[in-house]
């Protein structure tokens, strides 16, 4: 598999889930692992650029595929704006979430770059945060809409 632009080769055990090969043979520890029940989105990366709940699908189905962790948003040494919206409006607390936001937010401003609240509310309703209330969250999504080039725009 192709994972945040490089390839990767390894044996896998048949049920090792995908989470557990990003985190535990790639050591790419961005992406967090909560609850093995795709309940609360914190493992969420994409699979050929669909987000993912990673905890549900085994490591050998990612067999010559195209993944994209929370370490792939940075680019060139520079924030994501997802990232820098996460930053400017606090949009984090504990952090963990936040990987499996990021990468939702993302995919969403690639799909539907100016989205509504109920749009983001949306796309985010398959995670969840149990410090912020989202209100935050909602808010770096926006930022990072608004901010198409990130905090230089």
């Not at 990612?62 to 940075?74: H, M, Q, S, W, Y």
């Not at 796309?123 to 999504?141: D, L, W």
């Amino acid at each position: 598999m192709t994972v945040n632009g490089t390839e990767y080769t390894r044996d896998v055990e048949p049920r090792m889930l995908l989470i557990h090969f990003i985190r535990d043979e790639l050591e790419l520890t961005g992406s967090h692992w909560g609850c093995d029940t795709s309940n609360c989105g914190a493992c969420v990366l994409w699979l050929d650029g669909t987000p993912l709940k990673s905890c549900t699908a085994l490591a050998a189905m990612a067999n010559g595929r195209d993944i994209r962790t929370v370490e792939g948003l940075e680019r060139g040494g520079e924030l994501d704006p997802v990232q820098q919206g996460f930053i400017a409006c606090h949009g984090l607390q504990c952090g963990f979430c936040t990987p499996g936001m990021l990468m939702t937010a993302r995919w969403l401003i690639d799909h539907h770059p100016h989205p509504t609240e109920a749009e983001i509310r949306e796309a985010i309703s398959g995670q969840i945060c149990r410090c912020t209330g989202y209100e935050n969250i909602v808010r770096s999504v926006r930022w990072a809409a608004e901010h198409p080039s990130g905090a230089a725009s």
